[in-house]
C-alpha cells in the first residue's frame, strides 16, 4: 500500500479579481525598479565626481609641486629614441596575375585584350 504523499513542492498563487488592486500592485513594482535605477545612477555619478576631483587634485598637486607625477614612468621623452636595426616588418608578399584575376594593365584575366 502506497500513500500519496501530496505535491513536492508547495506552490503559491496570486489571484487578483480587483482591477484596483491589480494596478496598485503593478504601480509599487514600477515604483520599486524606478527608485533602484536611480539609485544606480546615483552611485555611478558619484563614483564619477570622486573620480574627476581625484583628477583634478592630483593633476593641481604635481603642477604646483613641480613633480613629474609619480605615475609616467621611463625617462625624458629625449632620452626616448627608436633603433631602426630593431624594427620588424611583415615580408611583402604579391599575388600571381592568375590569382588576383586581373591581367594586365587592369583588365579582367578572363576577357581578351581589345587592340
Do not use: C, Q, W
Not at 513542492?9 to 494596478?23: E, P
Not at 586581373?102 to 583588365?107: I, P, Q, T, Y
Request: charge should be positive; glycine fraction near 14%; hydrophobic fraction near 45%.
Amino acid at each position: 500500500m502506497t500513500e500519496d504523499p501530496g505535491p513536492a513542492v508547495r506552490t503559491y498563487h496570486l489571484t487578483l479579481r480587483n482591477r484596483l488592486a491589480i494596478g496598485a500592485l503593478l504601480l509599487v513594482a514600477v515604483g520599486l525598479g524606478a527608485l533602484l535605477f536611480a539609485f544606480g545612477v546615483a552611485l555611478l555619478l558619484g563614483l564619477l565626481v570622486g573620480g574627476a576631483v581625484l583628477g583634478t587634485g592630483m593633476k593641481l598637486y604635481f603642477t604646483v609641486s613641480g613633480k613629474r607625477g609619480a605615475l609616467s614612468r621611463g625617462g625624458p621623452a629625449d632620452e626616448t629614441k627608436l633603433d631602426p636595426a630593431l624594427e620588424v616588418t611583415a615580408p611583402n608578399k604579391t599575388l600571381p596575375p592568375a590569382a588576383s584575376g586581373l591581367g594586365k594593365a587592369g583588365e579582367k584575366a578572363s576577357e581578351t585584350p581589345r587592340s
